[in-house]
């Protein structure tokens, strides 16, 4: 009765807002999200420093990690340079990324899936070799803003492809927040009838129109035991202003242990975290347990609800 | 595979806001939920208005507002003297109010249960006898802010006492946003095993927490086909401030039409209903599909998802 939250706040998170964080300031963050209890922290990435401006320190924050036992630190990977400079860091543990939609992998890294799939194989090889722990993040699983709806089958042949390139997790992302329970379970049960069983996956939903926590329930219903969220629901959606990113990690927290599920961080750790990020960015995020929180730290005692 | 969402946008949003709307305000707004094609709308409140000025104007409003063939019209009646408003104003449909905690029912009614369930039985006796449509509030019922726990039993006992008064449905209200999809299960399995079917439920889900549309499906799971909801999310808590009020009725709409159910409202007329509420108020809202509706509208065509 155990999950894990992989966190992913300073790395999709903060690649998504508009304010360029300091180093100290992210190590602040990162610091936080450690005292919380996460144990899986995706803390910046390894694209060109030009693509996103907000991560391009990503190999002087490595260095400055905290000394932290028992956590293992995440960043993405896209290709092979990125990959050089993800080992020159030292960085124990890389996530990979592409697209199952053909439109949204040309916009989001100007290659074919067929060319991606064979830059991921090279840049995996080269992780496993290494030693490192390897995730492959597969996004638009669940539909995609260009073309609508993603074949299921693709998905199934992709997450194939990817395990067998030696990705030890593949983690399926609702990019745009498109996906619905019942799509969630359909395509967790094609994978599991197609010989990939749900330890294989974790679930990387956004909460773009709300159904981000319904969805990870439905996963959970379904064996998946590692969701990607971020505190405070940190990081919008870059195109859609106002618009939630990642599912808040307080609110999957809250509702997990409600429900009698233990996870490896404390609901008052991860809400602190959120208040972090809030104050370090100077500004509101969208986090509904978050809100929550801060309401009642700035009022405490005051009660009157109807 | 139909599902009615019940919008409390101008009572339960409304008495929740800073902001007093003038009457022509509500009734613009009111027409906007007309226009989507909901059938069942709660426009008003016959409390005192010294206690929710923002609904003040409550009999003057029922005489103001539209033919709407196929529309329900309901208003929260809490006494006697309120009834006698009522039925002043002609509105066809009520809702009573009481909730299932000790502590809090005496913080918001001012009664202890035994009382409000005795004034509720005459209520209710004087409605049907009017022949108006009742719905009855049973709030607190997955967990307290003052008591914590609530007990089913007693959540059981309630339901029973009201239904035996003569309301057709009674409204399950998870009003701090305290609940969470197991509980849901536990809750209405109870009540189904006690004789009470998930016919006789609406659920109110307050999304305070995050979780209020994983418990709505978790609900949807259970049988239930009456979803309490406003649209934008409208109505915070009014002790957290920036927390989250009622279910957003787009996000609702949105993943209900996702997974093939038919709902008595299109997405595209909640969305510009929650558009219009907003701008009526001059503020920001916190429903998710309302955030990212916004984004889309104010910037057409400008895509970069990642």
Redesign the interface.
């Known amino acids: 009765m155990r999950v894990t939250v992989h966190e992913v706040g300073p790395r999709d998170g903060l ?2 807002e508009t304010v360029v964080l300091p180093l100290e300031a992210k190590l602040e963050f990162i610091e936080s999200l450690v005292a919380s209890g996460l144990t899986d922290i995706e803390v910046t990435s390894f694209v060109k420093p030009r693509w996103v401006p907000q991560l391009a320190d990503a190999v002087e924050l490595v260095k400055h990690l905290p000394d932290a036992p028992g956590v293992t630190w995440w960043a993405l990977v896209p290709n092979r340079v990125g990959m050089e400079r993800a080992l020159e860091a030292g960085i124990p543990a890389i996530a990979t990324f592409m697209s199952s939609s053909e439109t ?1 992998n040309k ?2 890294i100007n290659r074919t899936i067929r060319e991606s799939l064979a830059a991921q194989r090279e840049v995996i090889a080269t992780a496993v070799a290494e030693g490192l722990q390897v995730r492959a993040y597969l996004s638009t699983v669940f539909g995609c ?2 073309e609508g709806d993603v074949s299921p089958e693709r998905v199934v042949a992709l997450s194939q492809a990817l395990l067998e390139a030696g990705a030890q997790t593949i983690s399926l992302g609702d ?3 498109m996906a ?4 969630v379970r359909e395509l967790l049960g094609l994978l599991d009838s197609s010989g990939i069983g749900p330890e294989r996956f974790a679930l990387h939903m956004h ?5 981000a ?2 969805n990870v ?1 439905a996963g959970l219903d379904c064996g998946v035991r590692i969701f990607d969220a971020s505190v405070a629901g940190l990081g919008g ?8 990113g990642n599912l ?1 990690t ?2 999957l927290v ?2 997990l242990q ?3 599920w233990s996870t490896n961080a404390t609901l008052e750790g991860v809400s602190d975290a959120g208040l972090v990020a809030s104050e370090l960015l100077g500004k ?1 995020l ?4 978050h ?2 929180h ?3 730290c ?2 405490q005692g ?5």
């Not at 005051?302 to 109807?306: D, G, L, T, V």
């Open positions: 690649q998504n949204h916009k989001n803003p260009y990019t745009t927040g619905n329970p019942k799509q909460d773009t129109r709300g159904a926590l319904a329930l959606c870059p195109y859609a202003p106002g618009a939630s808040a307080e609110d809250h509702v409600a429900m009698g509101e969208p986090g509904r347990y809100r929550y801060m309401g009642t700035s009022k005051a009660q009157n609800a109807s």
